[in-house]
């Protein structure tokens, strides 16, 4: 059983970076960072295979990197030239399964995932 925790969140200007982390407590085949706006269903954003390779949806691609150090059991997102509807508590999962990265877009993967941190949250001033 896995234990994730995310850490990075917080206030920042519209055009602004930040880059969250997440702890992970077990190494997992596939990871991935998520987000949920308020009133919105979570919604996958990127992720990372065991081999490193990468996924995001289109909204962040270009401007988020997701991306693992091994040595210190951390998967990080950086974010930057951040907008307004990139608002939302961001989570971290791990998917077992293998196939929330077997996928060239990750979108409708969320299923996949079942180890989640609590989130943390980002917001973004217009």
């Known amino acids: 059983q896995g234990q994730l925790m995310e850490s990075g969140g917080g206030l920042v200007k519209t055009g602004g970076s930040l880059t969250l982390s997440c702890v992970s407590s077990?190494?997992?085949?596939?990871t991935g960072w998520f987000r949920q706006a308020p009133g919105k269903e979570r919604e996958v954003i990127a992720n990372?295979?065991?081999?490193?390779?990468?996924a995001y949806i289109d909204s962040v691609r270009g401007r988020f990197t997701i991306d693992r150090v091994y040595a210190k059991n951390t998967l990080y997102l950086q974010m930057t030239n951040l907008k307004p509807e990139d608002t939302g508590m961001y989570y971290c999962?791990?998917?077992?399964?293998?196939?929330?990265?077997?996928?060239?877009?990750?979108?409708?993967?969320?299923?996949?995932?079942?180890?989640w941190g609590l989130g943390t949250q980002v917001t973004v001033s217009e």
């Open positions: 999962a791990a998917d077992p399964s293998w196939r929330g990265c077997s996928a060239p877009d990750p979108r409708d993967t969320r299923v996949y995932y079942d180890t």
């Open positions: 077990v190494i997992s085949c596939c």
């Open positions: 990372i295979d065991g081999d490193g390779i990468t």
